[in-house]
């Protein structure tokens, strides 16, 4: 049977880190790093999201600012709200909750974000940095997988990583990562000719798909390391529930090591946001010191 790769447990310790880090960083400047969530609209999960990492950044010590704006806001509202944040000193971190209403252009939003304050690192110029091998502020959910890797497998110099998924959020830039560690990346996505045969030949399957338990035994080589990224709400037996982009119960059987769902990868991504935060706090600071 596989070994469980505790999310909770990981997390924690990032949390953990970051906390002390943020520690530091109050005893040397005398405040706390900001981080800036603006969240435009009602979409209710939208809503569910902001508050956690609210909470969470509360527990490390970051000072968290909420701006909500309302479903109407207008592109003109929305650059002004940057903009301001931007030209504050006191915030180091700016997060838009994606998605945005669809009036609003997302990638103009990301764009018009400071990089050096763009703590999801989904701007172009951290997102050319990564590509180059010169990773500034990173995408925090494929950051959270390399922390879960690392500590599973050690140094991943020479392994075959499979990512199932070509997004921007967690597909092109977790095989980025793997790459930049030295191991042999595939992409798999919709248009592969038979996927399960290339992810059978890898040592580590990164899935971030969004249907629900679409990966089965069949895809994985005994002993890999499987990361499950997905999160998909089912109705079984009358009861919603979350599952994984990964059939846990099949896969757990011929797996090395697994994540699960919920529990898994979810609570990695909200802790490396807090380090994000951290990060870009500290590089900021030291810029104008
Ligand atoms: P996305 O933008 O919809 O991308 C899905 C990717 O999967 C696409 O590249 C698509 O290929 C590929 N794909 C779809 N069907 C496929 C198939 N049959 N075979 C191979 N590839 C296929 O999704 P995303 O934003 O990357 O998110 C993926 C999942 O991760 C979702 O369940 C999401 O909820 C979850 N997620 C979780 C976290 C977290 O914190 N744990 C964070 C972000 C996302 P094409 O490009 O060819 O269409």
Known sequence: MATRIDGKVISQQVIDDVAAGVDQFMTQHGFAPALA???VGDDPASHVYVRNKVKRAGEVGIHSIERRLPADT???ELD????ELNSDDSVHGILVQLPLPPQLDESSVIARIRADKDVDGFHPLNVG???????Q???CTPLGCMIMLRQTLGDLSGKRAVVIGRSNIVGKPMAALLLQANCTVTIVHS???DAPALCAEADIVVAAIGVPEFVNRSWIKPG????DVGINAIELGGQRKLVGDVHYADVEAKAGAITPVPG????????CLMQNTLTAAIAQTAQRS
């Open 80 to 83: 002004a709200v940057i903009d």
């Open 129 to 135: 940095a990564l590509a180059s091998g010169q990773p």
């Open 224 to 227: 890999a390391t499987v990361i």
């Open 37 to 39: 969530v603006v969240l």
């Open 191 to 193: 248009k592969t000719v």
């Open 137 to 139: 502020l990173v995408p």
């Open 74 to 76: 207008t592109q003109a």
């Open 264 to 271: 898994g990868v979810g609570p990695m991504t909200i802790a």
